[in-house]
């Protein structure tokens, strides 16, 4: 059974950075694309970033593009997203995906203008 576990929410002014990360149990990270999404309240749960395997090619939504980097460690079997220039419409839950259907409980990022 594969765990997702997210970290690295919390709180920030518009214009400042977090790095999320997401620790996987198991032994499927390295074989699976990985992806960020956001939820934020009263609206669809969006896909932010992408990573391939091994880490070689990555997807931007465009409204993160030039902001937000992702990367991946597959020797920590962990993965992260680095969000600078944070803007207020970037207030949501980010949930990693591992694969077709593993998902994390989500951290909550919250910016205030």
């Known amino acids: 059974q594969v765990q997702l576990v997210e970290s690295g929410g919390g709180s920030v002014q518009a214009g400042g950075s977090l790095r999320l990360s997401c620790v996987s149990s198991?032994?499927?990270?390295?074989?699976?694309?990985m992806a960020w999404y956001r939820q934020a309240p009263g609206k669809q749960r969006e896909l932010v970033a992408t990573?391939?395997?091994?880490?070689?090619?990555?997807t931007y939504a465009d409204s993160v593009k030039g902001r937000f980097t992702i990367s991946r460690d597959n020797s920590k079997d962990t993965g992260y997203l680095q969000m600078n220039n944070l803007k207020f419409e970037d207030t949501a839950v980010y949930y990693c995906k591992i694969g077709k259907n593993y998902w994390g409980r989500g951290t909550q990022v919250t910016v205030s203008s």
């Open positions: 198991g032994t499927l990270f390295g074989l699976n694309v």
């Open positions: 990573i391939t395997r091994g880490g070689t090619s990555t």
